[in-house]
């Protein structure tokens, strides 16, 4: 009997708005989902400072009451029928993205610990053999992310700060940039 091996990772290429424009789904809280609208804006650039026009963002996360929408999250906390809580955005030419969403709620961490109000991300783009992850984190949560397990995992100030999105002074808009490489480098997580 032959043994099947998991198959490589692939790079996203030059071509993944041919094969993979039809999944983009730039609006997780569509419909009647519970909780607060918000919406991430954000710019994906290289080592060098410039865009990235062809990357793809995989968002998930959990909705407003802390709950993913898995058939293993048992928590006994509501489940809002109406949201996924994944997403597949895309950049432009000038590597920006841009999607709304519901503010998640806290989701256990290890050792009954809560981790603070975040967003998954899996990124791909050309060049990448494997893709990345990493998290979105909120400003407005600052006792939440103090607390968090995984934050806290990053010593640097300024490296914690490249996974925090900054909240437009009265709106509901959130500002996260992805850096590649450089001063500015996002976190990326070994998962």
């Known amino acids: 009997m032959s043994k099947l091996l998991p198959t490589p990772s692939q790079t ?27 919406v991430i804006t954000g710019r994906v650039t290289d080592g060098d400072g410039a865009p990235i026009p062809d990357a793809v963002l995989e968002v998930w996360q959990a909705d407003a009451h802390g709950r993913y929408a898995h058939a293993e999250d048992r928590q006994d906390k509501p489940k809002d029928a109406s949201f996924t809580g994944y997403g597949r955005i895309g950049t432009d030419k000038d590597g920006v993205f841009r999607f709304t969403t519901v503010k998640p709620g806290a989701v256990p961490g290890p050792g009954n610990s809560l981790q603070a109000p975040h967003i998954l991300v899996a990124l791909f783009m050309r060049g990448l053999l494997k893709h990345l992850y990493t998290r979105i984190y909120f400003s407005d949560e600052t006792a939440a992310n103090a607390a968090d397990p995984v934050l806290g995992l990053v010593d640097d100030p300024a490296r914690r700060a490249t996974l925090i999105a900054q909240r437009a002074n009265g709106t509901a808009e959130y500002r996260w940039d992805i850096a590649m490489q450089g001063d500015k480098e996002t976190v990326f997580l070994d998962c």
Do not use: M
């Open 12 to 38: 996203v290429g030059p071509y993944y708005s041919i094969g993979l424009n039809w999944l983009i789904t730039n609006d997780l809280a569509a419909g009647a989902t519970a909780g607060e609208r918000i």
